[in-house]
């Protein structure tokens, strides 16, 4: 390759170049330079060092929200992965009515995560929830169903919720790389002797991971840094805090007790916790592949 | 001339150009040029069915053509306050400007406007419990003293002047007043044995247990004695713990400071919690949002709530209790305290004046804010919008319906996009004005927010880890200490 082509290649980088700064690291440098600063609405915003890390570091909630946050990411990625591949498989084979059926699974999609939130919080709430109703009515409860008054079930009830609105994303990408695999490749899978389990284990699965894995790294990371729902369905956390996560301890941190400096530490915790996620993922997708 | 006199002559002038300058740019505030007891007294203007303005407004707001206040929600929601704008506008010419924000960006949004010192939002948006003394204290609202003398103050609420009073100044107007009131099902209270209507918080206690066990066989166990809303969103578990506290004759706050290491306080905390553990109230009443708990009430899931006067409004969507509510003024501690005794809470949100504004909007603002607080504008935050009057004299006025211009209501509804509202009386005005002459709110200080997180982290942390509720309180009060100091 002649220099002059790399530097003509440089030069058409440079809009892209510069939409990154904008977009990237000013926002990032403006929140990075905010979380050395005191600024909590109530004294002279001055420079703080480290203080306001060490608000957080020493805070004696922060490794319960941590393990909540991991949780509930996990649980939710977890959840969603599960579903979106046995969603994925059966599209598959669907030959009549894929569209619809398609078109079905992609309706979550279409609503915002906080809907989402407030939507499950009404089905589960505990007076007037459908769900609690249902299963009483049904007599497979005897008591109503309050899913908020237990920490673990509390959890669950949030992380379905997410789930809910990730399966679509997750199950579009995993079918695009079932559908990526050569046909001959199942046909000789027939010819071995294989049935539909052994297909799915050998062939389908590990010829679609790359897709998948990519797709679940995305899922977790957004879930990880999540807090429409969680928010919407348990304001505050919820009952004893059970489903605090550390987007909520952003959040309180930033609208509840509107301080800027200790909000911003959280923020850059958070962006590393989620970049190391990210970079383990990515580490292990590059190895395997 | 002498070149003595020439040199006289110059420094004369000069002293008369100078103090000429001078004088304008060190007279008083535009705000001082209103005469508020002319033409007619203070209290007489205000109590007026159709609102006096004060002498010398003109003067001072001069030029002003218009003043942009925050509001929570779109006014789709907040036809009163729509109203009253337009009421104000045909009064003055001045044109009010609205800019609706989410309930949760009023506070941070005015945050950055006085922060930045920008004088191009005249009216700020405040929670009177958590962010009003935050405001004042950091002098980012003006104050208005000059609208509070001792006369006027006797006119209102005494809770309601007690909380604005912060460092013997005054800084509040009103957006929305709402006042606590005792809900109950009749029918219900009749069924399950109840002959007395509950006067005091034990035998609210005891009814609503009464309730519990007859609806447990009759109707359902997803049917409780009691309901009431404590999740940490809105504040609301302080509201209900206040309530409890004030009821005692208690405060939560000692000379400025948070103070709930109380006999009273103590009181409140075993109390919600009793509830709660003897199956009394659903352990959902912690997660409950205002909106949910009066939607319990209303679906005919409980048989007591303590809520806001407004929530009667709604009951005629709830079937189930539409011919089967009543409501009392809140409940004393015990039957021997005076009825003083029994005071609720008061859901105050409030105007401010921003500090940063110029002079001759601050005499704008000042005016709406005044007009705000009179009969004429009161009527149609009771009658139109079904919030309670920031000035009980509405409730003793046997005529009222008949002042409210409900052709202009209409109008403005029209133009607002909202239900036309309909013509209807008071609902429960003597429980209502009862109530008003006894509520309370306090301002707590800066910092609030996190006691609140605290408080809200330890009601459920008790119920969920079966922890003993004086041990529970007991940490949380260790950990506010820990903040508050």
Redesign the interface.
């Given at each position: 390759m002649k220099l002059r082509d790399s530097g003509y290649g440089m030069v058409l980088s440079v809009p892209g170049l510069v939409i990154l700064l904008l977009w990237v690291l000013i926002p990032f440098s403006i929140v990075f330079i905010i979380s050395f600063l005191r600024y909590d609405?109530?004294s002279p915003v001055i420079p703080t060092g480290l203080a306001n890390y060490k608000t957080v570091l020493k805070d004696p909630a922060l490794p319960l929200v941590l393990a909540r946050t991991f949780i509930f990411s996990f649980g939710s990625t977890g959840l969603t992965l599960l579903t979106s591949v046995i969603l994925a498989v059966c599209l598959n084979r669907i030959v009549k009515g894929s569209a619809f059926f398609r078109s079905l699974v992609v309706m979550p999609w279409a609503v915002p995560l906080i809907l989402s939130g407030f939507l499950w919080a009404w089905m589960f709430?505990?007076?007037?929830g459908p769900i609690?109703d249902l299963l009483?009515k049904c007599k497979l409860m005897?008591?109503?169903l309050?899913i908020?008054?237990?920490?673990s079930t509390a959890m669950a009830g949030v992380i379905i919720a997410d789930a809910w609105r990730r399966i679509p994303f997750l199950t579009i990408i995993t079918l695009a790389g079932l559908q990526s695999i050569p046909p001959n490749l199942y046909e000789a899978a027939t010819v071995d002797g294989a049935d539909s389990f052994h297909t799915l284990r050998y062939v389908s699965l590990p010829l679609a991971s790359r897709p998948i894995l990519i797709g679940t790294l995305i899922t977790l990371m957004f879930s990880f840094r999540s807090i429409d729902v969680i928010y919407s369905m348990?304001?505050?956390?919820?009952?004893?805090?059970?489903t605090y996560v550390l987007g909520t301890y952003l959040f309180?941190y930033m609208?509840?007790?509107?301080n800027y400096g200790v909000a911003a530490s959280i923020s850059v915790i958070l962006i590393i916790l989620t970049f190391g996620i990210g970079a383990f993922f990515i580490y292990y997708t590059l190895k395997k592949g | 001339m002498k070149k003595r006199n020439v040199v006289t002559l110059c420094l004369a002038i000069t002293v008369v150009l100078a103090l000429g300058f001078t004088f304008p740019a060190q007279g008083k505030e535009a705000y001082k040029y209103i005469n508020w007891n002319k033409p007619k007294p203070m209290t007489e203007r205000l109590l007026a069915d159709k609102y006096i303005l004060p002498k010398g407004w003109q003067k001072a707001t001069k030029g002003v053509k218009e003043l942009a206040f925050f509001n929570s929600g779109g006014l789709k929601h907040d036809i009163a306050t729509a109203i009253n704008m337009e009421l104000f506008e045909k009064k003055t010419g001045i044109r009010m400007k609205a800019l609706p924000l989410g309930s949760a960006y009023t506070f941070p949004k005015f945050l950055s406007v006085v922060t930045s010192k920008d004088p191009s939002v005249h009216i700020g948006f405040i929670r009177a419990e958590i962010e009003y003394a935050h405001v004042a204290a950091a002098g980012w609202a003006h104050p208005i003293d000059e609208l509070w003398p001792p006369e006027v103050q006797k006119l209102y609420s005494p809770g309601l002047v007690d909380c604005i009073n912060w460092g013997g100044h005054y800084y509040g107007g009103v957006n929305v007043v709402q006042w606590y009131v005792l809900y109950y099902r009749p029918s219900w209270l009749k069924k399950a044995g109840v002959t007395k209507i509950p006067e005091t918080w034990e035998e609210v206690y005891q009814a609503s247990k009464k309730c519990r066990e007859w609806a447990k066989g009759n109707l359902g166990k997803d049917y409780y004695g009691f309901t009431f809303g404590a999740t940490k969103a809105g504040h609301i578990h302080i509201a209900m713990l206040s309530a409890l506290t004030y009821s005692q004759g208690g405060r939560t706050l000692k000379e400025g400071k948070i103070n709930l290491d109380t006999p009273e306080f103590r009181n409140s905390w075993n109390y919600l919690l009793r509830m709660i553990n003897e199956d009394v109230a659903d352990v959902a009443c912690l997660g409950y949002s205002w909106n949910d708990y009066q939607k319990v009430f209303g679906m005919g899931k409980a048989a007591m709530m303590l809520g806001y006067s407004v929530y009667a409004v709604k009951f005629a969507e709830f079937p189930e209790v539409t011919k089967d509510w009543a409501a009392v003024p809140p409940p004393k501690w015990d039957a021997k305290q005076p009825d003083s005794n029994r005071v609720g809470y008061i859901n105050y949100d409030e105007y401010v004046i921003n500090n940063f504004a110029d002079d001759k909007h601050k005499a704008a603002a000042m005016l709406f804010l005044d007009f705000l607080r009179s009969k004429e504008a009161c009527m149609y935050e009771l009658l139109v919008e079904g919030n309670d009057s920031f000035l009980p004299a509405v409730y003793e006025d046997p005529n009222i319906v008949d002042k409210v211009d409900w052709e202009l209501a209409k109008k403005v509804a029209k133009k607002i996009k909202t239900a036309e509202p309909k013509k209807m009386g008071i609902t429960m005005p003597e429980v209502r004005a009862a109530s008003a002459k006894t509520a309370r709110i306090e301002a707590l200080p800066p910092g609030a927010t996190y006691v609140s997180d605290i408080l809200s982290e330890y009601l459920g942390k008790t119920i969920m880890k079966k922890m003993d509720p004086d041990k529970s309180l007991k940490e949380a009060l260790s950990k506010i200490e820990k903040f508050t100091h």
């Amino acid at each position: 390759m002649k220099l002059r082509d790399s530097g003509y290649g440089m030069v058409l980088s440079v809009p892209g170049l510069v939409i990154l700064l904008l977009w990237v690291l000013i926002p990032f440098s403006i929140v990075f330079i905010i979380s050395f600063l005191r600024y909590d609405n109530m004294s002279p915003v001055i420079p703080t060092g480290l203080a306001n890390y060490k608000t957080v570091l020493k805070d004696p909630a922060l490794p319960l929200v941590l393990a909540r946050t991991f949780i509930f990411s996990f649980g939710s990625t977890g959840l969603t992965l599960l579903t979106s591949v046995i969603l994925a498989v059966c599209l598959n084979r669907i030959v009549k009515g894929s569209a619809f059926f398609r078109s079905l699974v992609v309706m979550p999609w279409a609503v915002p995560l906080i809907l989402s939130g407030f939507l499950w919080a009404w089905m589960f709430h505990p007076s007037f929830g459908p769900i609690g109703d249902l299963l009483m009515k049904c007599k497979l409860m005897s008591e109503p169903l309050n899913i908020y008054k237990e920490a673990s079930t509390a959890m669950a009830g949030v992380i379905i919720a997410d789930a809910w609105r990730r399966i679509p994303f997750l199950t579009i990408i995993t079918l695009a790389g079932l559908q990526s695999i050569p046909p001959n490749l199942y046909e000789a899978a027939t010819v071995d002797g294989a049935d539909s389990f052994h297909t799915l284990r050998y062939v389908s699965l590990p010829l679609a991971s790359r897709p998948i894995l990519i797709g679940t790294l995305i899922t977790l990371m957004f879930s990880f840094r999540s807090i429409d729902v969680i928010y919407s369905m348990t304001p505050g956390g919820g009952i004893g805090k059970c489903t605090y996560v550390l987007g909520t301890y952003l959040f309180d941190y930033m609208y509840e007790f509107l301080n800027y400096g200790v909000a911003a530490s959280i923020s850059v915790i958070l962006i590393i916790l989620t970049f190391g996620i990210g970079a383990f993922f990515i580490y292990y997708t590059l190895k395997k592949g | 001339m002498k070149k003595r006199n020439v040199v006289t002559l110059c420094l004369a002038i000069t002293v008369v150009l100078a103090l000429g300058f001078t004088f304008p740019a060190q007279g008083k505030e535009a705000y001082k040029y209103i005469n508020w007891n002319k033409p007619k007294p203070m209290t007489e203007r205000l109590l007026a069915d159709k609102y006096i303005l004060p002498k010398g407004w003109q003067k001072a707001t001069k030029g002003v053509k218009e003043l942009a206040f925050f509001n929570s929600g779109g006014l789709k929601h907040d036809i009163a306050t729509a109203i009253n704008m337009e009421l104000f506008e045909k009064k003055t010419g001045i044109r009010m400007k609205a800019l609706p924000l989410g309930s949760a960006y009023t506070f941070p949004k005015f945050l950055s406007v006085v922060t930045s010192k920008d004088p191009s939002v005249h009216i700020g948006f405040i929670r009177a419990e958590i962010e009003y003394a935050h405001v004042a204290a950091a002098g980012w609202a003006h104050p208005i003293d000059e609208l509070w003398p001792p006369e006027v103050q006797k006119l209102y609420s005494p809770g309601l002047v007690d909380c604005i009073n912060w460092g013997g100044h005054y800084y509040g107007g009103v957006n929305v007043v709402q006042w606590y009131v005792l809900y109950y099902r009749p029918s219900w209270l009749k069924k399950a044995g109840v002959t007395k209507i509950p006067e005091t918080w034990e035998e609210v206690y005891q009814a609503s247990k009464k309730c519990r066990e007859w609806a447990k066989g009759n109707l359902g166990k997803d049917y409780y004695g009691f309901t009431f809303g404590a999740t940490k969103a809105g504040h609301i578990h302080i509201a209900m713990l206040s309530a409890l506290t004030y009821s005692q004759g208690g405060r939560t706050l000692k000379e400025g400071k948070i103070n709930l290491d109380t006999p009273e306080f103590r009181n409140s905390w075993n109390y919600l919690l009793r509830m709660i553990n003897e199956d009394v109230a659903d352990v959902a009443c912690l997660g409950y949002s205002w909106n949910d708990y009066q939607k319990v009430f209303g679906m005919g899931k409980a048989a007591m709530m303590l809520g806001y006067s407004v929530y009667a409004v709604k009951f005629a969507e709830f079937p189930e209790v539409t011919k089967d509510w009543a409501a009392v003024p809140p409940p004393k501690w015990d039957a021997k305290q005076p009825d003083s005794n029994r005071v609720g809470y008061i859901n105050y949100d409030e105007y401010v004046i921003n500090n940063f504004a110029d002079d001759k909007h601050k005499a704008a603002a000042m005016l709406f804010l005044d007009f705000l607080r009179s009969k004429e504008a009161c009527m149609y935050e009771l009658l139109v919008e079904g919030n309670d009057s920031f000035l009980p004299a509405v409730y003793e006025d046997p005529n009222i319906v008949d002042k409210v211009d409900w052709e202009l209501a209409k109008k403005v509804a029209k133009k607002i996009k909202t239900a036309e509202p309909k013509k209807m009386g008071i609902t429960m005005p003597e429980v209502r004005a009862a109530s008003a002459k006894t509520a309370r709110i306090e301002a707590l200080p800066p910092g609030a927010t996190y006691v609140s997180d605290i408080l809200s982290e330890y009601l459920g942390k008790t119920i969920m880890k079966k922890m003993d509720p004086d041990k529970s309180l007991k940490e949380a009060l260790s950990k506010i200490e820990k903040f508050t100091h």
